[in-house]
Structure formats: C-alpha cells, structure tokens
C-alpha cells in the first residue's frame, strides 16, 4: 500500500513540471505518434476487411473477377449448398462441443497437478502437443486414425480387442459359384437350394480361395467315399488357370479344410459335421431320407475392419479428439496459473472449518477461478470458429468422406482457390460475424482487469 | 497431366520472379521453328508450367534443343504448390503474364481468348498444328476460330490396366471387349481368389470423373458429350441416368470393387498398387495411360508390357469405339520474339521425339508424324498409336473442361457427388445433386 501511495504523491510532481503542455497539443503529438501504426492498420486490416465486405455482395466471374450486384447471393448460398452447409453444421458442433470440453479437461489436470508428486513432469508432457505444429499433429493423427491396423494405432487397439473375443473367420472370401446350389450370403450363411438324399453324394461347390497362396491344410478335393448316412465333399470349384467344369469336382481343386456344414430337416439342425483336408464331410447317423445343408456364417463373415475413424460418421469427431489433445495443456497451464493465484488461506481456512475437498473446489477454488476460466473459454471459442489446419491435414487421408469434416475455413478456402472470391468473402464475414460476440467480450474483459 | 493440377494447393501469390522480357518487336519476321541459324540470339522467354520431376527434365530437353538451334533463352518455372491455374491467373491478372505458358485446361483457352488475355498462333505455327494433329487437336486448342494454343503431350484416358499373371491365373485369355465382358471376368477373377477383382480409387474423385466420362461418353454419344461438357444439358438428363446405371453394374457390385465404404477411401496411387503390388489384392485398374508412370515408380515396379497390361475401355451397350483423352496445351501471352517460333517448335515431330524418349517422362504425344519408333518402350508405342489412329473420334477430358470448382475441387460439387454415388448407387439423387451443384457454377 505505501508504495501505490508512494507512486500516487509522486506524479503530480512530474505533472506540474516545467515541460507541461496544454492538453490540445498532448493530443496532436498522440496523433502523429500513432499515425504510422493506425495507417499500416487501415491498409492492412480495415481495408481488407471493407473490401471483403464489399466483394461478398458481387457475382463471380470464371476467372475470378467481381461481375453483377449479387445481393445476399453468396450468403444464401452457405445454407443452401451442401458443402457450405455441412460446413456450417461442423462449425455449430465445434463450438458447442469443443470450448466446453477443453475447459473441463484443462482444470481437471490443473487441479490434479496441484495434488501429486512429479507435477512439472506431468504438466510439461500435457503441454508438449502445444510445442508441436498443427501440421504435425495432424499427420500424427492421421497415421492413428489409419484403416490397416499395420498401421493405425487406433484400429491396431480396436482390432486386437475385437479379435481377443471374437476369433477371425475362416473363409471370408469364400462363394458360392456355378450353377447356384448353394443361396445365401457370408453374413447370413448359406444354405443349400435343393435338399440332398442319403446314399448320394453331396456336392457343395465354393470359389474365391486364394489359388496362388492357398491354405497349407488344404488338400485336393475327392469325391465323397461311399458309406452310411449322408457324405459329401466342400470344395474350391476353381483351379490356378481356370479351365474347370462348373458343378463338377476336377483334377486340381482343392477340398476346403476345417468348414462348419449342417444338416437340417425340417428347420432344425439334425446333425453336425467338420470338413476333411479334402473337403469331404460325413453325417454318419444320419438315416434316408433328404436334406438341407447349411453352412453358418460364422465362417464366411468377413474379418473385423476396425472402427472407421475418419468414416462418414466419425471424422469430426475425431478431429476433435486430436484438437483436445493439443489444446488440453494449454487450458491446464493457464488454469493452474490461475489457481496459484488463489490466496491458500482461503482455501485453508474453508479446510480447517471442515468443508471436504469437494466442497473446497466447488465452493471456494471454482468462484475464484471463474475469471480465468471464463478466458481459457471464450479464447477457445475464438480458436475454434476459425479451425481450419488440423481438419485440412486430416481431411487428406479421409478419400471421400473428406467432405464430412468440412468446416467454414475450409470452405473459404477453397472458394478461394476455386477464384470464387465473393462465395469465399461470404464466408470469411459470416466467420467475423460469428467471431465478433466472443471478441466483444474479451476485450470488455481485458478492459475491466486493467481497471 | 490433369492429376498434376489437380493438387489442391495454396493459389499462392508468388513473387513475379520471371523476367518478362518485353521484346516490343514485331513477330512477323521470326523464321518459325525451322532455327535458320542464331535468329533469336540472345531473346530470353519465360514459360509457366505444372511439370516436375521425369517431365520436367523431358521438357527442359525440348527447350534445350528450341534454345541451341535459335540462340534463344527459354526460362521454365513449374508453378508454385503445382496450382497452375491459380498461379497463371494471378500472373495475368497482375499484368506480368509468362510468355508461354503450358496449361492442361482447354476451358482455360476460351477464357484468356475470351478476355483478348493470349496472343493468337502465327502462320507457322497454323501450318505446324494442322500438318502434325488431328483436327479435333486444333479445335480444342482454338477460341472463336481462331488457334491459340499447341498440343504439347497426351494422355490416352480409356486405358484399362490388368494384371497379366492374375488374368492367367483365372484363365481368362482374352481382355474384356464389352461392359459385361468385364464384369464377368470379374466374377471369374473373384472366383480364382482375388479379393477385389475391380480395383476403383474412390480416394480420388477425379478418378471417378474419368469412369463416368468413359461410360457417357459410350453410352450417350460425342454429341451429348458435348452438350454436358458445356453443362447445355442438364445432369438430370435421361442420358445420365443411362450412364450412371451402367456405371452401378460395377461400382455397386461389392462382388467386383470389394466393399463400396472401402473404395471411396483408396487414393490412385493405392488403387494402382493393389493391383501391381507383391500380391496384389486386385486384377483390373481403369485410368488413363499414365498409369505406367504410377507402376513404374512403385517401390518393386512391375514390368509395363509384362507384368501390366493394358485393353482399352470396354464397349458399353453395343458401342462403338471412342477414346477420351487429356492432355496438355502451350500458349503464348506475350508477343515475345521467340514465343510463336517456339509454339511452332513444340508442334514439330522433332520436339515432340524429345518429349517423348526422355526417360522418365512418360510422355506420349498426339503428334501423327512422329515416328513410333521414337518411344522408349512397346506398351507406350502402342499407346501412342492408338491416340495418333482414332484420329479426330476422341473426346477431351470433361471434368478437365468443366469450371475448376464443379470438375476441378477435392471433396466438392461433381467429384464428392461421384463419392456419395460410388457408396449409395442413387441414380435419381445422384443426378439432383449434380445438377444442382452444376448450376451454382459459372458456366462459359
């Protein structure tokens, strides 16, 4: 206190100086001072801004020029055309769903790291991805989000979980072929057309094994040998250089090995059997009389793929993922800056009057952190409405599903490149307009704290 | 080559580091391309491009040889980012054009002619393209009947890619000739154990563009073509919907191009790999000729001619043969001294044999009087060949000469509208979204 006192009584000693000048003259030397920067403001920010405004409300002509008044064309269009509108939505979803996410995971790690041991440690690896360029991150994530799981860390996880509990099927690529004694599909299982007698045999005709790799087990497919009950033989109807009768077992075929094959009368299943290495298969029990041969899905459905991270549905979302991990350290770092500007006997004297640690945070710790919390909040609202490297990067990798991530930035972006520039002026002034409530607010609040 | 330009990259404002030197001399009294000595000594041009690497060495030699025969001094610069249209467009909007620049968009011809921005062909340069290409070359190449630009390369664009030993093995002996040739030799390459018979690059949506030209270009005709090329139909057109229901008797067969969810993600380069790769998952590819150049700088290249062969587009619904083809097209902005004679240089058998035996180029040239011989290996001569004999029954890239942001934009209006089509296979729907993105686009 003295010293504000100290620096109070020493001004008007400066002010009653020799040197005073009139308040008009301080005023004209504060203009000439900062002409430079509100010259250099103008050309560079106002007139921009301005031109962009003026520019929206024109035609575009094919190599990029303005031609007619086109009114509020071009803003129509963002929510009429479906890549300015799926861009908007995306917008929408970010700005919702981000702020609020990054701020909650930000003060969790900052009240964390107030509690543990290593804490530096922790919060320098949970700032690292700030330290790193979004283009980085981005292809970084990329490579998680990658479909082969030789490849992707997320698919390689999600895969080895699936494949844990559920063993790969056998014979994914398998079909039936020929002259359609089998019906069905691979996720529903096949079934025979026609019904098979006991005494004769049973030929259940398949194509699609791999000829040149084929599978060590299998061995050249035969006709069923004679004997009790219903027999039968599973085989490839296909061999290496093609050239085979269809329906018909030639030489060179191969049996298909270890395949499931039921026998139904009836609707029910009356017996079960297992394929031989030479394809043949045996319902020995099995008395006169005709039936279905079934073969379950189970062995044709084709292997787990993994999850489609950068699919139709999840790409926003996981571009999300990777944003909250860059942005994550940066709301905790300013957070727990914030928090160590608590007064701790506040904190003390809410613990020594009993309150629990719950009871501290949200009654004490989060009030006082509300300022801080309010600028990690509305600083992201501001980041987020203009994302655009992160979704660009990540966008590469997705094919045609690209189009699902699209955001506003991106969209003016390639307006731009597409010489569409009042289609891309449009979309930078709805993103001004959109910006323009958070800024407000931010240098109100500035505003207020260096009062 | 239009997969170059398509690259979607920044439309950069590069700093005008090209010396636009403006020789205000008259052009009339240039020699042409015959080189009678050092005539143009000393006259240095600036040429824009979107050539790297192997084709820019091919086209460096091609200048080289242009600059030793006349004293002259060409200067080439590939675009920044590979966005040529962007950059040349800023250039000539900036009032400092290249004085030739190298462009694979006839559509982008019209405009600059539209806008008095090129400089039209001289006499020799008349003589050289009407003597050297088919007709149809110099119609493209031309605005308002007049010539402006020179065929530099072509690219054969109804090329089907195979895998030799995959058909041998499913003992398929000859090629597909019709539509349900190929579709039944996809069944027998499925039943002989390849995955995905049809390996489409859905990653790509220029790759799907080319698909739909080749089929509409079978099943329509060249004078619908025409009329979609300049958007005079509309996409909701009956003649659409006959193509795209052709189209989905492959592209919704998930028997044929494996899951349609998967190959919306396969880029081209993966699309060709799969098929030419170690064990190759696929047997059958469809892109253009330059294809060869995406097998052959593959990390165990197969071998062109050997390992891949190629069967041009099959027949659709009893058609007959057509070809679409791309390629790329030189024209001067300026009225430099050396620009006409170097246009009508780049139209000679000679510069075109440069082109295409520089290794690595992967060139091929529409030029009827270069000699066959000149290619460095059979299955490109054959290429060649082919482009050279259909004479003026070729049709040009559509997409190539549609607006940039409906034939020309990653993720958006007639790429994305194929994407969504290659995974739904809505005829109708399809067709509304086409038409609709096709009329939020500047026509010419």
Redesign the interface.
Known sequence: MTQDVGAVAKAPVVATGPSRKGPGEGRWIAGVFLAPAGIFLAAIVLYPLVYTLVRSFF???????ATSFAGLANYT?IFT???ALQALKNNVIWVVVVPVLVTILGLIFAVLTEKIRWASAFKVVLFMPMAISFLASGVTWTLIYA?QPSRGLGNAVAIGIHDTFNPQTSYP?L?P?GNAVLTGSGTAGYRSAATFAVGSPALVPL???????PPKAAQPAVQPSSGSGLRGVVWN??K????GKAGVIDQGELGIPGLKIEAVKGGKTVATATTQANGTFAFPSLTAGDYTLALPKDDFSAAY?GI?W??KNLITPSIIVAYLWIYAGFAMVLLAAGMAAIPRDALEAARMDGATEWQVFRKVTAPLLTPVLLVVFVTMVINVLKIFDIVFII?QS??????YA?VLAVQLY???????FGAASAVGIVLVILVLPAMVFQVRNFRRESR | MSLKIRNLAVAAVTATSLVSLAACGSSSGSPGSTGTGQSLKGVSFTILGQWTGGEQDAFQAVINAFDSSTGAKGIYTPAAGGDEAGVLGTKVAGGTPPDIAVLSLPGAIQQYAASNKVQPASAAVQSAVTSNFATEWATLASAGGKLYGVPVDASDKSTVWYNAKAFTDAGITTPPATWDDLIKAGQTLSSSGVQVPISVGGGDGWTLTDWFENVYLRTAGVANYDKLTHHQIPWTDPSVATALTALKKIWGNSGLIGSPAAAVKVPFPASVDNVFKKNPTSAVVYEASFVATTITSDKNPAVVGTDAKVFPFPSVNGSAPVSEVAGDFALAFTNNKAAQPFLAYLASPAAAKILVSTSGSGFLSANKNLANSAYPDSTSAELAKQLVAVGNNFRFDMSDQAPAAFGGTPNKTEWADLQTFLTDGNVAAAQRQLEKDAQSVKWN
């Open positions: 035609h575009d002509g094919t190599t990029g020029q269009h055309q479906s890549d479909d690529e079909h072929v194509a699609g094994l791999n000829l040149v790799a109807d296909f290496l250089g093609g050239g793929g489609a950068l699919g966008q997705a094919g045609g599903n690209a189009k699209n390639t307006d731009y490149g597409n010489q569409q």
